[in-house]
């Protein structure tokens, strides 16, 4: 049974490190870290339930004596710890929204280390794992080429660009996690590579090449910075380190491919549609390479985190929230509305919400790391594998200074360093290899998951109006099945056909029955924190995606998910969300009231479960201010949760504006002047701030002043924020007022051209057409207005009625 449960053991390892990069899903809340990270806990409790067999033969060393253990246990500590103090503590057990970097996520790669380590007996072994992440990388750098050539058969809603390109981010959600992967399998395709020719397997060889070059080419289009530098360092290791181990035909393949994948680069930016617009991304991206203006306010405000809580940290996976405090009106009008999830350079991350602690479990394992590697040159057999798990570990070290840490970086790196651990004490040798089977096991089964998970995100109405990309889809495909047939070939060189031995092997019923009892526990673990988180973010993204269009239909969805996930503050807020929508959707008094008490109810719960983020008591505010108009709260209940909001968020562009505006609904001007003055001193070009002071003005009489603060706001700039309409519709009455009729027409077409539906707005522009003598035109915009009252008091004053 233990050999069984090894072979098993290791074909889950092989198709993690394989999918892990590749799948995701546009029908969860998050589409690319979050399936990754539930895989990556499938596969742990898979892991953890084959854990207890006897330790394999071979030296060990003592835990203390391995830094590279120790740091891994170390650091699953200070997780705990960071977790417990948390000022968020279910963000800190569960992650993060879009980072997912939560103390189950760190356990789930503590178990992969450690099984990881206790696999891979041999040097053997660790070359078929790592074939894994080659054939991902063969799959990711293809659909990252088939997305810059226009192919991509998967309609997105949010993409990064530079200079007019659509930046590549394939399978991995962003176009820096795509090129750190791709960097950090180099080495990796390397090494296949040099197999293949070393055992004369020309048609492998190929493959692997080919997978070199495009993620190359990739890596270059990705245009990130940090990926650039990694690549410097991973060429430099691998040739350095393949050439003083005197194998040369290692330098001469990366250098091959690494010219080859100019070559191409260039071809391409020749040949497709898009290429002056890759070679214009290239060139700018070269000329502002050290342009840090964003990150800088970014790394500023963790390392003030950081001095603020210097043991302990604030909270795993907290620096969203934390980072409200420390934000600055600088930095909101560089990346206008940002919350960055992480740190955007792991080292400060973890100083800001693990603090020394957790710094101190890093140095640790990095020490290990570099004591391995020297370990492993001295006593693996086959140096130029050890030199790739460096290369590849030491892409991942450069990257993550620019950039954080996500699944399909995060499994690849605890794999490598598991490896070098283990090849440390020494490879050996099994008495009983594991055969090819297991390895076509782990590539079908690997293929029958990867294979419906892209076609299900599919846009099929994209394929419809495009056939072209059905292309794209066929490449991908084509790149599953080349890379997957090359990995298999290299490993069945030498050996017997495969499913050509007697594989039966004899188990006693008491070991049958503790793996039995061991499975019962797994299928359990993997229901609670797998299936059933997965279905709330199923559920959870079909509400939010009914939100605006059937809010009644995503409060029904919405309550599935947190039915799921109660402890789950995304979802709470969602709800609550939807509700507040359905309150805005109905005009029924009596349904409005009860969809913003399920609102107040939803944000309440997201207080409880979150209390130091900001948005909660703004959204609160907000649904307590529209329960005041209501009559069902006080007024003072809704300026008390602004207040938090702002005390916890103090340049909030947006919580200003949202506070102002509640005031003016409820009736009291003064309150919205301070709020808007306040918003409005932060940001003096942000429009809305000022456009709520002009209607402050108008309420309270100053109309010429209203009238000039209005005209400034229209000229400012709104970022996507509503109101426009709204404010040129008030300015043109205001210039009503100060008998100005042609200034009034300019301000109510541009009215009537945002907001053509308002009955106010095209009022404005007929009083503004009659006060200029233009009966005619007058009457035919109020006759526009049957059933609006003012409208046909004008056309009977008229005598057009």
Not at 514 to 525: D, H, I, K, P
Not at 755 to 777: C, H, I, M, Y
């Amino acid at each position: 049974m233990p050999a069984r449960a090894g072979t098993v053991g290791r074909a889950v390892l092989f198709v993690l490190l394989l999918l892990c990069p590749l799948v995701f899903s546009r029908e969860t809340v998050e589409a690319f870290e979050f399936p990754k990270v539930m895989l990556l806990l499938a596969a742990a409790v898979v892991l953890a339930v084959l854990a207890p067999w006897a330790d394999p033969p071979g030296p060990r060393a003592a835990l203390v004596r391995d830094p590279l253990r120790l740091g891994v246990v170390l650091f699953i500590l200070s997780a705990i710890v960071s977790t417990v103090i948390s000022r968020a503590q279910w963000i800190s057990l569960q992650g993060a929204n879009e980072s997912y970097f939560g103390l189950l996520t760190v356990l789930g790669y503590a178990v992969l280390f450690f099984a990881t380590r206790h696999l891979c007996r041999s040097a053997a072994d660790a070359r078929r794992l790592l074939l894994a992440p080659v054939v991902a990388a063969g799959v990711a750098a293809a659909y990252a080429v088939v997305q810059v050539a226009g192919l991509d058969p998967i309609l997105y809603g949010r993409t990064a660009g530079l200079g007019g390109l659509v930046r590549p981010f394939a399978t991995m959600g962003h176009p820096n996690f795509l090129s750190a992967f791709l960097v950090m399998t180099l080495p990796l395709v390397v090494l296949a590579l040099v197999r293949a020719r070393r055992q004369r397997q020309r048609v492998a060889a190929g493959v692997f090449a080919l997978i070199g070059v495009l993620s190359g080419v990739a890596i270059a289009v990705t245009v990130s910075r940090g990926a650039w530098l990694a690549a410097a360092a991973t060429v430099a290791i691998l040739v350095v380190g393949a050439l003083t181990g005197g194998e040369r035909r290692a330098a001469v393949a990366t250098a091959a491919v690494a010219g080859a994948a100019a070559v191409v680069l260039g071809l391409l930016t020749l040949v497709l549609p898009v290429g002056s617009v890759v070679r214009n991304a290239l060139v700018q991206r070269v000329g502002d390479f050290a342009e840090s203006s964003g990150r800088r306010h970014i790394w500023e405000a963790a390392w003030s985190l950081f001095r603020d809580h210097p043991v302990l940290g604030t909270g795993l996976d907290t620096f969203q929230i934390a980072f409200a405090d420390k934000r600055t009106a600088a930095y909101w009008a560089i990346e206008w509305n940002a919350s960055p999830t992480r740190a955007h350079n792991e080292v400060l991350n973890l100083l800001a919400t693990q603090g020394l602690v957790g710094a101190l479990a890093v140095v640790v394992f990095t020490a290990g790391l570099l004591l391995a590697v020297k370990r492993a040159l001295s006593a693996a057999g086959d140096r130029l594998l050890v030199v790739a798990l460096a290369a590849g570990v030491a892409a991942f070290y450069v990257q993550d200074l620019f950039s954080f840490t996500v699944a399909g970086c995060g499994t690849l790196v605890v794999a490598q360093a598991a490896l070098l651990s283990r090849l440390a004490e020494g490879s050996v040798e099994p008495d009983d290899e594991d055969g090819v089977e297991p390895l076509a096991v782990a590539l079908g089964a690997a293929a029958l998951l990867a294979l419906p998970v892209f076609a299900h995100n599919l846009t099929a109405e994209l394929l419809v109006d495009d056939p072209a990309r059905l292309l794209g889809a066929a490449l991908v495909l084509l790149a599953l099945v080349g890379a997957g047939v090359a990995a298999f070939a290299l490993e069945q060189h030498g050996r017997p056909p495969a499913f050509a031995r007697d594989g039966a092997r004899g188990g006693g019923t008491q070991r049958a029955l503790g793996v039995a009892l061991r499975g019962g526990l797994g299928v359990v673990l993997l229901l609670v924190l797998v299936a059933r988180p997965f279905a709330a973010a199923r559920a959870a993204q079909a509400g939010i995606q009914l939100t605006t269009v059937q809010p009644a239909v995503a409060v029904e969805r919405l309550q599935d998910a947190v039915a799921l996930e109660p402890f789950s503050e995304l979802y709470w807020v969602k709800l609550g969300s939807a509700a507040h929508a359905a309150a805005r959707a109905t005009g029924e008094s009596a349904a409005r009231r009860r969809w913003l008490e399920q609102a107040r109810a939803a944000y309440e719960r997201a207080i409880r479960l979150v209390p130091a983020n900001s948005y909660n008591y703004a959204n609160l505010g907000r649904a307590l201010a529209d329960l005041a108009r209501e009559g069902a709260a006080a007024p003072g209940e809704a300026f008390v949760r602004f207040d938090r909001a702002l005390e916890l968020d103090p340049n909030n562009a947006y919580f200003y504006p949202d506070a102002a505006n509640a005031a003016l609904q409820l009736g009291d001007v003064d309150r919205a002047g301070d709020y808007a003055r306040r918003g409005a001193a932060l940001y003096p070009r942000y429009a809305l701030p000022r456009a709520l002071l002009g209607h402050v003005a108008l309420a309270q009489g100053r109309v010429a002043e209203g009238a000039e603060l209005l005209q400034a706001a229209l000229d400012a700039e709104w970022h996507g924020a509503p109101g426009r309409g709204g404010a040129a519709s008030n300015l043109a009455a205001a210039w009503l007022q100060l008998n100005r009729p042609a200034q009034a027409e300019t301000a109510a077409r541009l009215a009537v051209a945002l907001v053509p539906g308002s009955p106010e707005a095209r009022f404005n522009l007929g009083k503004s057409l009659e006060r200029q003598g233009k009966r005619t035109d007058a009457i035919a915009e109020y006759r526009r207005l049957p059933d609006f009252e003012p409208a046909r008091a004008a056309l009977r004053a008229l005598g057009a009625s």
